[in-house]
């Protein structure tokens, strides 16, 4: 074992393995046996990807191919794993949320019969194996493995609790829209294949081949991907199934928030970088769907009671800037924002999850409020959370999006004006978040207020380490006009978006802009922190919305317009098809078919009447068939 | 028109008329006897051809034996006056009708054949004599003609055990 | 004479033959019509031969084999009818007609 590298497979065998294990076992094995399965192979993935990110940070880039997985003609697809930077970071991102994710479940889930137990176990390091797959592939197809696993496991977890109809309903709301997006990311690999002949990244992204496509069809590529990257990350159109996608447990909530899932598009398009980069028109419609995905689930999440819902459409909100610094040519600036977004939003949904446990199950924080006094940990994590997500300086959040901010700005101004007004609806809604639930009185029924409670040290112990990781985890980005050569993470992924730097145009403002910017939305963050936090602890809207409130609340009827638009009609077309095209049409030529066998051979019967007189007379009859036929063929 | 040509075209006649005769009389007894007729001229044609020993054949086996055997069979079981009953009409136009598409769609097929123009010789050539015909039933085709001789016996004990009461 | 107008003939009296065969009940009298419909083919029979005879005129038995075939067939026919009226007698006898209608057992 001289090097880990040689040795990478083991980083998604493992959780596969647990899996299997939990899976299989979940009858026999207890629940710790589970919890201790589940969480060690996604440590020992853990340890396995830090030592990875060791490796690659001293310049080790590996490629690795296990065996041909297609081989058709002359298209040679192999199984192969490509460990670089990009591939690193995400693997750190994956096992290392992932592990304390699955610390949280074993006392989060710990009140479900033991066989539920061991399926959730198993369905979680499915989950996070499909998703080391889809960052690990070395070609789109591999890739695609991985992308369709964590579209299964998100169905499988969304609808964990498949005995309420509405959750199954949830989970294929999640599992179809992601379905379409699919089907693009689908044609565009074909398209890959049918032009370059290889699905391999480092056989693609290289000069040589990108020459042989032209303009149109890297823009047809790109758009088609990046439809793909909307299913997954939940961007416009098809971001409503996420919000929906709260149906699962809390922890599963953060792991498809923070760790896996809704960030695969966001690495897909990183890893395709040079290609959207020679697509400028591409990458306009991403900055454009980003900050309308951004602005919109903001405000949505501005009227929000659900205290998972409001995290759920700030995760939209969240992606939408990512995909604005995607468009906007900053690709560190997305990663980054991946990163820390990775540590308080996972930190917020494990937050949320320990204040629905304490409150027994209640979801709705108009019935919360004053909670501080009973869940000291949990209330001042979840503060540092709220901190960083807003964007308060000194907190990850803020230097994540102060990048994406300067990069949108870079690219217009227009797109900073508006990416700041999400960023400060994101601090008013989070703030109004926190101010109901912890600050106040309590509003519950008095049972609840009894029941109250800090949760257990499996709960707390990963919200402390992510709220330390929220605090701290912006500090590898420090930006240029900071201190100079202090971007660490910049530098890092440097090799990955080398080739993109080449191609894009560069706008370096100079510094006294960057610090009037960071400085402006600094002060307007703050202002807008404090009007929210003093609003909301002493008089919380309890009121049910009215005017454009009530249109935020019902989501602006987006779930009610797809419904109307794309439900109803299919439904409409499919028991069309079923009741009619099924069973008058397939079924009644089925039936016919039968019918008039039976009929035919019934009037057939009378054919063979046993009359020598009519044998006959068919067989002269055939006679002149025969000749007529062979005199005509003649000729 | 010589004396063959015209010969030809009365036996021609003489064959198509019987031959019609058999099928369209309701008397088994007068379709006996046309087709005895037919034979006659079938013979006729033979000799015509320089066919001796088949003519010979022929009016001594059909229309000696056969015809007899028929005439015998149709007087023992009384069926000469047994009319036969006219049931199903249109099966037998149908029947009529099959039968002349048969000959018309042969006739056409005879049009384009190469064969057509040759002549068949009349008169003359030895090869239908009793002489020419014995050497080679004798020597080429003597064990088919032993055989045949094995059919007849079966044909025999065949008929024999058919005709057999129970 | 040409050989079409033997042809000619041949077919007719097969043809005529083959209605019978296809309009009569009469089982006998379906039986005489297979004995012409034979008859035409053994004059069509003849007539090639005596063609062959004429065209391949270098061997004195050139077209001999297909009068001997005629002979042959004669006397298959001469068996045939035997075992056939023995057949039509039984026949008669079982069930008093020979109407070949009364032959339908194939149905059952």
Known sequence: MNNVLDIVYWIPLLPLLGCIINGLGRKSLSKGAVGFIGSGVILAS??????????????????????PFINVGNLKIPFAFQIDQLSAIWLLII??????IHVYSTSYMHDEKPEHFGRYFAYLNLFV???????????????????????????LLIGFWFKKKEYSKAANKAFIMNRVGDLAFLIALFILISKLGTTTFSEIFTPASLAKLSAKEISAITLLLFIGATGKSAQIPLYTWLPDAMAGPTPVSALIHAATMVTAGIYMIARANLLFSMAPSTLNIIAIIGIATALLAATIALKQNDIKKVLAYSTVSQLGYMFLALGSGAYVAAVFHVMTHAFFKALLFLGSGSVIHAMGGEQDMRKMGGLSKYMKITNLTFLLGC?????????????????????????????????????LLTA???????????????????????????????????????????????????????????????????PIFKDSYALLPVHEADHSTEWGLAGLSSVLIIVTVIIAWTRFSKKPDLEPASGLGKVLENKWYVDELYDTVIVKPLNKLGSFLGNVVDKRIVDGAVNGVGRLVRYGSRQLRWVQSGQTGSYILMMVLGMVLVFVVQFFLRK | MNITQLLFWILTVIAIGSALMIVTSKNPVYSVLGLIVTFFAISGHYILMNAQFLAIVNIIVYAGAIMVLFLFVIMLMNLSRATETLKNKWLQIVGAIAGSCLFLVLVAALKNTEVKKNLVEMGTGDIGLVKSLGRELFTTFVIPFEISSVLFLSAMIGSVVIGKKE | MPINYYITLALCLFAIGVVGVLTRRNAIIVFMCIELMLNAVNLLLVAFSKMHHLTKGAAATAGSDGQLFVFFIMVVAAAEVSVGLAIIVMMYRNVHSININFLNRLKH
């Open chain 1, 129 to 155: 194996f499909s998703m080391l797959l889809l960052v690990m592939g070395a070609n789109f197809v591999i890739m695609f493995i991985g992308w369709e696993g964590v579209g299964l496991c998100s169905y």
């Open chain 1, 46 to 67: 853990f340890i396995l990807s830090l030592w990875v990110f060791f490796q690659v940070r001293g310049g080790n880039v590996h490629t690795a191919e296990y065996f």
């Open chain 1, 95 to 100: 096992t290392g949320i992932g592990f304390l």
């Open chain 1, 428 to 494: 008013f809604y989070m703030f109004r978040l926190y101010a109901t639930t912890f600050k106040g009185s309590f509003r519950g029924t008095h049972e609840q207020e009894h029941h109250l409670h800090e949760s257990p040290a499996a709960i707390t112990i990963p919200l402390i380490i992510l709220a330390i990781l929220s605090v701290v985890g912006g500090f590898v980005g420090v930006p240029e006009f900071m201190a100079h050569g202090a971007h660490a993470l910049s530098d890092f992924l440097h």
């Open chain 1, 387 to 423: 901190l960083a997500i807003a964007g308060i300086p000194g907190f990850s959040g803020f230097f994540s999006k102060d990048e994406i901010l300067a990069g949108a700005f870079a690219k217009s101004p227009v797109l900073y004006a508006l990416g700041l007004l999400g960023a």
